[in-house]
């Protein structure tokens, strides 16, 4: 016969331990000041009476955030940048969409064309918002493919 005891209980001389077969109890006799302790004791028997104690399992838990506002205060959210495509006289417009959809992901035709002739008429425009590992790695990519561009912290977010 196995019984599994799980109880919170204070690491002291002064803790009782006398199981009954088949019932779950608090182990804490007497006052309990230490709470952070979580421990499993299991007995092993064949009948009524005393059994052999295993060595205890002892965890240490940790309590929990209280609301979800404090999980994003303490997180802090790193400012968004945006990707700046140039205009420049030397790459063709067809080349500049299909280059857009290669290196951003999720770009449509749509938006590539629009970015594009944006660009082309007013000299600068923004091809994406995102963090600034990514904005970095976006404009090294179009760089790499012949496109003028930069970046610079988004105003505004997101």
Known sequence: METAICGRLTLSPNTVFNPKSGEKQSLCKGPCTNRGILMAISTTGTGKGAGILEKPLIERTTPGRESEFD????????????????NDNYNKREFVVQVLMKVIPGMTLDNAVNIMQEAHYNGLAVVIICAQADAEEHCMQLRGNGLLSSIEPASGGC
Do not use: D, E, N
């Not at 802090?76 to 945006?82: E, T, V």
């Open 71 to 86: 999980l994003r205060k303490s997180r802090k959210i790193a400012p968004p940048y945006q990707v700046m495509l140039h």
